[in-house]
């Protein structure tokens, strides 16, 4: 998987992620998210969109594309199922 199929697939990850948290949320309210990992999956989803609008020649390029390479492995199983 190239680098740019890799961030928009991290991005959809995210995305499916942010509707089971919306599901929790109108299920039982927002305490049960006080906890959650939503603030971390903006960042990140803020981070992978800024990856997709960088100029390659920008320097933080070379620093971000393994950081969200390795940031994806957190959804290996959904990996293998693509």
């Known amino acids: 998987m190239g680098d740019h199929d890799l961030v928009r697939y991290l991005i959809r990850c995210i995305e499916t992620d942010n509707h089971a948290y919306a599901l929790v949320l109108d299920r ?12 971390m999956l903006d960042m990140v989803e803020s981070l992978a969109r800024d990856w997709q609008a960088m ?12 950081a969200l390479r390795v940031i994806t492995q957190a959804y290996p199983r959904q990996l293998a199922e693509r």
């Open 55 to 66: 100029d390659p020649a920008d320097e933080r390029h070379v620093g971000l594309t393994p």
């Open 28 to 39: 039982f309210g927002g305490e049960a998210l006080l906890d959650s990992q939503l603030p």
